[in-house]
């Protein structure tokens, strides 16, 4: 019993102790009041319009500045929001998607896990009569009908790219030398990583003659992975000149790799590697201030944002069931040459300034 | 072929199919090596020194939880945890690098403990005992971080690229150091025996009196203290946790040590040479398909072949020593 009862202590401690790791909490948004007889009968016309967003996780910066986005100015409008998190399972936010099929919402947008899981739940959506919206990871196909808010994320690496190849170009012309790539590929099951690598593989071809092969790092999204792997092929390939990452988020990683090799440097510094990203988050826009990155592929996040909310609150206010629409936010590079007139275009630095970074 | 000739080549090959994963682990680093000899260079073995080390301190403190029959899924929420709440420690109420590195080591010490409450008390199954936390753990940390990644401070980070002895990394003396410990636990001392003792066969353990609760709640709360290290080793060479941070390390943890000749049902495995020699091979593999620039797409593949063909030879050696056994019975009997 004694024993039994210390281990209940130890737990009642442990809650203790990461409850003290909490930031303040926040003032919990009211409930949203549950459907009753007399809101039933409320005139059309006053009926609360109720939108369930489904998303796979809030892992980066960038899924959660979107969520904030979408939630928040749902909220503005007065509709009610039912979230779900899949916490990265696509069939348990299928199972969620149900879910909020049987609450008979108004409409629902999901982030989807990935490009196939999209297409069952977009279908389940259709069979259901209930408006579908994904946003910013696209489905694989267009076997369902969808409101498809999507970054294009060949053209945007593309740009971003041929600012880094421009570059290059320099770096050739003055040292003689082809500069060697390495490109730091995401998820292979992830659209929006395939679509990155293939821009970075565009403009690649284009500049052949500067270019030596490039080197390949799989990532699979994940640090560790990602550590390991740079590090392997940093060790492997000692010239590596220009580097080009599917994600913002990996910055970290790629600085505790470069920076003991003596290859964390700015721009203008004889070590220094070009470098860039997609994405757009804060760190990206501080490297970016700091000289350390050269260019940024940005996804337009707000815009998206705004393109998937009026497709889908059009759609619910002309009844439509499966409306179907394909809306490509261009998105645009910020580089160390436009940074004047574009640098707060981009997420990363619009959240910077909010948090009085800027 | 005479019975003794039979024997002896029995025997033979029982002493090689022992030990599949060093001969395979061998073979592998030499054959990259040979087809891109600076896979040779110290600045590359360092790296997958380092880069396992993590890992293998996660995949020690399983192998003691697989020694005893059981199974922990939940140390890369953990790692996840006690990575997350040392950064947010020092960022936001200012504990000292010391204290903060404590404070998850204790974290996972707590887990530990209630993993081995559910186990021993409630008598609850430590699969679903272990996934239940694995959801538990990762939420709690997602709530604590709101999904936004927490930074180290730099002097953390400049850790891992500290070196002892002049040449050792941090990471990996560390890694040296566990591995010395939990050796000696396991090959030297009683506790080690117990645990071999209750993974084998739990009943007839009780029986001699060794505290079959004991010993659970012992290799349950090591191995999340070990996952809390780990985390923190990872972290010191990272910079950063972010929300994906731990997801599938507890696969890679359980494949480091299976490879490593740790047996899934319990009472069979060591950590050395077993289990260093599974998380280096993984290491080696990983490494090696970068060196070579293999096509990204056949390098999961590759690298799984390559798991899958330790293990299948590892069932081999189990079945030839369950024939020898039945061989030397039916001699005995003769």
Redesign the interface.
């Known amino acids: 019993m004694k024993r ?1 009862l210390s ?2 202590m ?2 009642v ?2 809650a203790v ?2 409850t ?4 303040k909490p926040e003032p919990a948004a009211a409930p949203a009041p549950e459907a009753t007889p007399a809101a039933a009968e409320q005139p059309a016309a006053e009926k609360k319009l109720k939108i369930a967003f489904a998303y796979q ?5 960038f ?2 500045a979107g969520h904030k986005a979408i939630v928040e100015t749902l909220k503005a409008k007065g509709i009610e929001v039912i979230e779900f998190n899949a ?2 399972d696509a069939n348990k936010q299928l199972e969620q998607v149900n879910d909020a099929i049987a609450q008979k919402v108004d409409g629902i947008i999901i982030i989807p896990q990935d490009g196939e899981s999209a297409v069952a739940i977009g279908e389940a959506c259709n069979s259901a009569g209930i408006p579908f919206g994904v946003f910013n990871r696209p489905p694989s196909n267009k076997d369902a009908k969808a409101l498809v808010a999507v970054a294009d994320n060949v053209t945007i690496s593309a740009k971003a790219m041929e600012h880094m190849a421009l570059e290059a170009r320099k770096v050739f012309e003055k040292t003689g030398k082809k500069v060697k790539p390495l490109v730091m ?1 995401g998820d ?1 099951g992830d659209p929006n990583a395939v679509g990155r690598y293939q821009g970075f593989k565009n403009v690649y071809e284009k500049n052949k003659d500067i270019f030596t092969e490039y ?4 990532t699979k ?5 990602a ?3 740079l ?3 940093m ?2 390939n000692k010239d590596v000149g220009l580097l080009f990452c599917g994600s913002d ?1 990996l910055y ?2 790629i ?2 790799v470069l920076e ?1 090799l003596g290859k964390w440097q700015k721009i203008g510094d004889p070590n220094h590697i070009i470098m860039g990203a997609v994405d757009g988050d804060m760190t990206a826009g501080k490297l970016m201030d700091e000289g350390y990155v050269d260019a940024t592929a940005v996804q337009d996040l707000y815009y998206e944002a705004e393109l998937i909310l009026t497709g889908m609150l059009e759609a619910i206010e002309k009844g439509e069931k499966t409306p179907e629409k394909w809306m490509d936010d261009p998105g645009f590079a910020l580089t160390q040459a436009n940074m004047g007139e574009m640098k707060m275009r981009m997420w990363g630095n619009k959240l910077r300034q909010e948090k009085g970074e800027l | 072929m005479n019975n003794n000739n039979k024997a002896n080549m029995s025997a033979f090959a029982l002493k090689l199919l022992k030990n599949i994963p060093l001969l395979l682990f061998i073979l592998v680093f030499v054959v990259f090596g040979l087809i891109t000899p600076v896979f040779f260079e110290w600045d590359n073995i360092e790296n997958i020194l380092t880069s396992s080390s993590y890992i293998g301190i996660v995949a020690i403190g399983m192998t003691l939880v697989l020694l005893t029959g059981g199974i922990d899924l939940s140390v890369g929420s953990l790692m996840f945890l006690s990575a997350s709440s040392a950064g947010l420690l020092i960022r936001n109420f200012g504990f000292p690098i010391w204290l903060a590195i404590v404070s998850a080591i204790v974290i996972g010490l707590l887990v530990g403990a209630f993993h081995a409450f559910c186990i021993n008390k409630l008598k609850l199954v430590p699969f679903i005992v272990t996934l239940s936390t694995l959801v538990a753990l990762k939420g709690l940390t997602l709530m604590l971080t709101k999904s936004v990644a927490v930074e180290w401070p730099s002097a953390i980070t400049g850790m891992a690229s500290r070196r002892l002895l002049g040449f050792i990394p941090l990471p990996v003396f560390i890694f040296i150091v566990i591995i010395i410990l939990v050796q000696l636990m396991l090959k030297s001392t009683p506790l080690g025996r117990h645990i071999y003792a209750v993974g084998y066969n739990s009943e007839v353990a009780a029986k001699a009196g060794i505290d079959h609760i004991k010993i659970i709640a012992v290799v349950y709360i090591l191995c999340s203290v070990l996952a809390a290290i780990g985390g923190i080793i990872s972290v010191t060479q990272l910079g950063i946790v972010n929300a994906g941070y731990g997801e599938g390390e507890e696969f890679k943890a359980i494949a480091a040590a299976v490879l490593g000749g740790t047996s899934l049902s319990g009472g069979v495995g060591s950590v050395f040479p077993g289990v260093v020699i599974g998380t280096l091979l993984i290491q080696v593999v990983q490494a090696g398909l970068v060196y070579l620039q293999v096509d990204i797409y056949m390098q999961p593949i590759i690298t799984a072949g390559i798991i899958l063909l330790a293990i299948l030879l590892d069932s081999l050696r189990t079945m030839l020593e369950k024939r020898l056994e039945r061989r030397n019975i039916t001699k005995s009997c003769e």
């Not at chain 1, 996780?57 to 910066?61: F, K, P, Y």
């Not at chain 1, 080197?215 to 799989?218: A, W």
């Not at chain 1, 999204?221 to 992975?225: E, F, Y």
């Open positions: 039994a281990i209940v130890l737990v401690m442990f102790l990461v003290a790791c909490a930031p996780d809030l892992e980066t910066e899924w959660v916490n990265e590929v292979l080197i390949e790092v799989p999204w994940d640090s560790n992975t550590l390991a792997n590090k392997s092929a060790a492997a988020f970290p990683v600085k505790s003991p």
